[in-house]
């Protein structure tokens, strides 16, 4: 009855998937059913490693078959150079399609206003849904992992939106067993989560055995960086340093790449991939507490983003 | 203490297990779930902040842990569990997805949820309480949805003297309850998760209890079934057809093994249609491979050029299953609108959507006592009930006994898409134990 006698053999078990294989075909899976399912799928990409991570999945998924997706960049208008760079390398060396939507286009036309604080991570979400609306897109993949944040744990890995690109928490479809709803009402759509299971460290785990390249801020650099409530915020022409603020050079790497307003470096040695997962599995601080200002706004910040269409 | 680089050397061989906790909040299950974060350093420091933050701004002295799980703005304001939560967290042995779900009968539903990707579940027992009527509940939705492992976690043994008659009496009566539902493996452990007995680390307080810690038996618990003896099953989701000039003639079958393993060589029927072919090759991701298993997924080529497309189904030709269009289930109703006879309805099998109409509700489960009320005709949200389905198309399914996967199925509105009931084709443990329900042994029902 008890269990205890088994223990050796659980181990032993050839056929036992380690968690990274799990993950893998699970996320796989996920990119199949939606390819099987809707018409228009979009992938959101940012040239982060968790989008990253997921073109890599989308790659394997379709092998030997191109990727059957395009693919959706939502432009701050203050992103990291590198990170740009990255994005349309990759583009060009799959022979994949990239839809850009500009905030800065918004603001330059009067239909977002900056904010005081310069933060343009929520000026994010109408550029985005109009974008879904524009081309008609049906299902948008998107890199979000529920170990980010608690609104996050919530979420499911398909996730109905209005025609308004609307989260309602309460009113989420049961998911059960691994059979993904995505019925939809024209005008509506489903945010995709492949990677919903994944952790922070699985993520770098597997680039590091998949040997995934990845944008240089994700490594330690030097860095003309200020300080800012407590964040390393990299100096540039979108509004910072403030005249009370001193820029210093820092050795230091991002753990999650955003807009430059509100992402924020942390001190770091590490250069290699090694280095970086030793750092992570010791770090006391979750990846977006350590970096991320917009999640500090009230305790549902992200929450009340999501339902309004964030992702 | 591992050091950092130790820890991530160790994870990136780990396995993954899937569990999910059931118990009412005076149950300590908040507190379990608390500790067992905490101790395996899943809580990091923000996220501690975060909530000793809000605790101190509801006034309350010490920091909540059930603000670290209840995400949702309206949970963290009524103080209730509603959803679902999933949680990670790893130790040196094994990494950990915890599906955290509500309690409460009128939640029933989100325990099924987090109940059908678990290998395990663990449900809570106040030690003072013994087995009551939820415990019971718990006990019958896990055995329901065949979960492979249960552990009993008979807490606040802090508060009945750590003594152990009070333990064995209520392993004993909820071993006896739960093997009767068919339950195959039961693990009782006395705890305190206030206190930290047996959750983490072995009690100093019961030197009487020789098996593992709730942590230690998370560890170790084997994850996957033995393969070989599972009828092998491959659900197609998606043609790969590049067509590209260097790959002309590739044509290969995506899918996710559902259950089983499958070998090149291999003589297969794809079902409905029921043509047969052998395996020409696997591609594993990018790898060709001579052997696959499942939950992997794979790409499958066959030897010769037969009509398949998604929603079809591969198994070896002599294990292959039947295929009927008149599914007898047992099913979970998780909408808030009702299932009702006549209600026509989409049913999703595998990577399969048909047409259906709901022929017929023979039974309605109380979870209470596992009585059949019959002919309720209809089925309301939270109910478990026996259904008979017409489908427009054949389905080849399982019994849920046999295959989680491949025998178990969605019914969902074709007007706007909304999941109606979660369903669970063959005899239910509780038509086995109940002898009064005879339907189960129509003949064409052959599993």
């Known amino acids: 009855m008890t269990t205890v006698a088994t223990v050796s053999e659980g181990t032993a078990n050839p056929y036992a998937l380690s968690h990274l294989d799990s993950l893998e075909s699970e996320a796989v899976h996920i990119f199949r059913e939606v390819a099987g399912e809707f018409e228009r799928p979009v992938i959101l990409f940012s040239g982060g490693k968790d989008s990253i991570l997921m073109l890599h999945l989308a790659l394997k998924a379709f092998a030997p078959a191109p990727v059957p997706f395009t693919l959706l960049h939502v432009d701050t208008g203050h992103n990291f150079p590198e990170v740009l760079e990255y994005r349309d390398r990759t583009v060009a060396e799959h022979g994949l399609r990239l839809h850009v939507a500009s905030v800065q286009e918004y603001i330059d036309a009067g239909k977002l206003r900056e904010r005081p604080d310069g933060t343009r991570n929520p000026l994010q979400t109408v550029p985005l849904t109009e974008a879904i609306q524009q081309h008609r897109f049906d299902a948008v993949f998107g890199g979000g992992r529920r170990d980010e944040e608690k609104a996050r744990a919530k979420e499911r890995v398909f996730s109905l939106r209005d025609e308004f690109s609307q989260w309602d928490p309460r009113r989420q479809r049961p998911e059960l067993w691994q059979l993904y709803n995505g019925r939809h009402a024209a005008g509506e759509h489903v945010r995709v989560f492949p990677i919903s299971n994944w952790t922070e460290l699985d993520v770098w785990q597997y680039i590091e055995r998949e040997g995934i390249e990845l944008p240089e801020i994700y490594f330690a650099h030097e860095r003309e960086v200020f300080n800012r409530s407590g964040m390393w915020l990299t100096a540039g022409d979108w509004g910072g340093p403030k005249e009370h603020e001193r820029v210093e050079t820092r050795q230091v790497r991002y753990r999650t790449v955003g807009d430059m307003s509100c992402t924020g470096a942390v001190d770091s040695d590490a250069t290699t991939l090694d280095a970086v997962i030793t750092e992570i599995a010791a770090s006391r601080l979750t990846e977006r507490g350590a970096t991320r200002a917009d999640d500090k706004m009230s305790e549902a910040a992200m929450e009340d983003r999501k339902r309004e269409g964030y992702f | ?447």
């Open chain 2, 1 to 447: 203490m591992t050091t950092p680089t130790q820890l991530a050397d160790q994870l990136s061989t780990t396995t993954l297990l899937r569990f999910a906790t059931a118990g009412s909040v005076d149950d300590g299950k908040s507190t379990l779930v608390g500790r067992l974060l905490h101790d395996s350093k899943s809580v990091l420091t923000d996220q501690l902040e975060a909530v000793e933050h809000a605790s101190r701004n509801r006034g309350q002295e010490a920091p909540d842990l059930a603000l670290l799980t209840d995400g949702l703005r309206a949970e963290r304001e009524q103080g209730i569990t509603i959803d679902v939560a999933y949680r990670y967290f790893a130790t040196t042995r094994r990494r950990f997805i915890l599906a955290d779900t509500p309690g409460h009968v009128q939640y029933t539903r989100n325990m099924v949820t987090g109940a059908s990707t678990a290998e395990l579940a663990v449900v809570l027992v106040d030690a003072r309480n013994g087995v009551v009527e939820q415990t019971r509940r718990h006990a019958a939705v896990a055995a329901l949805l065949r979960v492979p492992h249960v552990v009993l976690a008979v807490n606040k043994m802090d508060l009945v003297e750590y003594a152990e008659p009070v333990f064995a009496a209520i392993a004993e009566e909820f071993t006896a309850y739960a093997a009767s539902l068919g339950v195959p493996e039961i693990t009782a452990i006395p705890i305190s998760a206030l206190a930290g007995d047996n959750v983490v680390e072995p009690s100093a307080n019961m030197d009487w209890y020789g098996g593992p810690t709730v942590l230690e038996h998370l560890e170790t618990v084997p994850v996957s079934h033995d393969l070989t003896a599972c009828h092998a099953r491959f659900p197609v989701q998606y043609v790969i057809r590049p067509q590209t000039a260097e790959h002309p003639d590739y044509r290969g079958y995506a899918g996710q093994i559902a259950a089983g393993v499958f070998r090149v060589g291999e003589p297969v029927t794809v079902l409905p249609s029921g043509r047969t072919t052998t395996i020409a090759g696997i591609d594993l991701l990018g790898d060709s491979v001579d052997i696959a298993w499942a939950p992997q997924s794979v790409t499958v080529r066959l030897a010769d050029d037969v009509d398949v497309s998604r929603g079809d189904l591969i198994a070896p030709s002599d294990d292959a299953p039947a295929v009927t269009q008149d599914v007898e289930a047992t099913v979970c109703h998780v909408a808030d609108r009702p299932l009702t006879v006549g209600q026509r309805v989409l049913i999703k099998h595998t990577t399969r959507t048909v047409k259906a109409i709901v022929k017929d509700i023979p039974s309605r489960l109380t979870l209470d006592d596992l009585s059949q009320h019959p002919a309720p005709g209809q089925l309301v949200a939270n109910d478990i009930g026996r259904v008979v389905v017409r489908t427009a198309e054949p389905l080849a399914l399982d019994a849920y006994a046999d295959s989680r996967r491949t025998g178990s199925f969605l019914l969902i509105d074709p007007a706007d898409g909304t999941t109606l009931s979660a369903g669970m084709a063959g005899a239910s443990f509780a038509a086995v134990t109940q002898a009064e329900v005879p339907a189960d042994d129509d003949a064409e029902w052959d599993f």
